[in-house]
C-alpha cells in the first residue's frame, strides 16, 4: 500500500510517499498562486492509498475525500522523531514563520514556539536580502565569511532592513559583511524563541533554511551544541504526516 504525506507550505509545496515506512518518492514545487493545483499535479504522479495533509494550506486538500489533516508542528515532530530517534528540541525555519519545539523522550510535543506575524528571519526574508545583496539563495550562507565588520541590523521589519540594507550598500560596506550581520539578527531572533524553552539535546535544524550553512555554524555557537541536519531538511513535516496516515 502506498501512502502520503503532503506539506502545503507558504513558499513551497512538499510531497512524501511511503511504501511500507521507507520513502519512495519525494517532490519538492512552488506553491505559487494557485497551491491547489500544484497539489493536483503532485498527486496525480504518484496517487496515494491513503494520504494526511500538513502545512499552512492542509485545510485546501480537504477537497479530497476523508483526507484528514494534522498541524505542522505534529507533522514536523513525528517527521524528525522517526528520522533522529533521540531528536528533543527542533528548530525549523520555514519561508514564511520560525519554530522552535521541544520534546520529550517518546517524542510527543512539550512546548512551541513559534513567530509568524512577520517575515523577518525566515527563508522569506533570506530570499529578499540575497537579491538585494545581488547572491543567489544557494550561495547566500556561503558569503557568511566576513566577521570582522562591527555593523548590526537593527530593522525588525522585513521591509525596513531591506532599506537598511540599500543604506549600508551605499555607504560602501562589503557585500559579505553586511550578509554576517543578515545572518547575526536571524540568529539572534531564533535565540529568542529557544529562551523560552528548556532546550535540550539533541538540536535538529528542519526547513528550507537549514540548508544554509552559516545559519547552523552560527546557532552551534551561540548555543554551545551540536545541531544536526538531515540531508533533505525540507521533508520532515510531509514525512511526519505520511508516517501519521500509515498509523492511522
Given at each position: 500500500m502506498k501512502i502520503g504525506g503532503i506539506d502545503i507550505g507558504s513558499r513551497y509545496?512538499?510531497?512524501v510517499l511511503l511504501r511500507g515506512t521507507k520513502v519512495i518518492e519525494f517532490q519538492r514545487k512552488e506553491?505559487?498562486?494557485n497551491p491547489l493545483s500544484v497539489c493536483e499535479e503532485l498527486l496525480a504522479f504518484a496517487r496515494p492509498e491513503k494520504?494526511?495533509?500538513?502545512?499552512?494550506?492542509r485545510d485546501l486538500i480537504e477537497?479530497?475525500?476523508?483526507?484528514?489533516?494534522i498541524t505542522e508542528i505534529k507533522a514536523v515532530a513525528k517527521g524528525a522523531k522517526a528520522i533522529f530517534p533521540n531528536v528533543r528540541t527542533i528548530i525549523d525555519i520555514g519561508g514564511q514563520d520560525t519554530k522552535v519545539v521541544s520534546l520529550n523522550k517518546d517524542g510527543d510535543v512539550i512546548n512551541f514556539e513559534m513567530n509568524d506575524r512577520c517575515a523577518a528571519g525566515t527563508g522569506r526574508f533570506l530570499e529578499i536580502m540575497a537579491k538585494t545583496l545581488g547572491y543567489d539563495l544557494e550561495s547566500f550562507g556561503y558569503n557568511c565569511v566576513d566577521k570582522n565588520g562591527s555593523i548590526k541590523i537593527?530593522?525588525?521589519?522585513?521591509?525596513?532592513?531591506?532599506?537598511e540594507?540599500?543604506?549600508?550598500?551605499?555607504k560602501g560596506e562589503k557585500r559579505e559583511t553586511i550578509t554576517y550581520a543578515l545572518h547575526e539578527s536571524i540568529v539572534s531572533r531564533v535565540i529568542s524563541l529557544i529562551k523560552r524553552l528548556e532546550i535540550r539535546d539533541d538540536i535538529i535544524f528542519t526547513g528550507g533554511?537549514?540548508?544554509?550553512?552559516?545559519l547552523k555554524v552560527m546557532l552551534e555557537e551561540r548555543l554551545?551544541?551540536?545541531?544536526?541536519?538531515?540531508?533533505?531538511?525540507?521533508?520532515?513535516?510531509?514525512?511526519?504526516?505520511?508516517?501519521y496516515a500509515m498509523e492511522n
Open positions: 509545496i512538499k510531497y506553491t505559487g498562486h494520504l494526511v495533509a500538513t502545512g499552512y494550506g477537497i479530497y475525500e476523508n483526507v484528514k489533516t537593527n530593522s525588525l521589519c522585513t521591509v525596513f532592513a531591506e532599506s540594507v540599500v543604506s549600508l550598500i551605499s533554511c537549514a540548508k544554509n550553512s552559516c554551545k551544541r551540536k545541531i544536526y541536519v538531515h540531508k533533505n531538511p525540507y521533508m520532515h513535516a510531509a514525512y511526519g504526516a505520511a508516517l
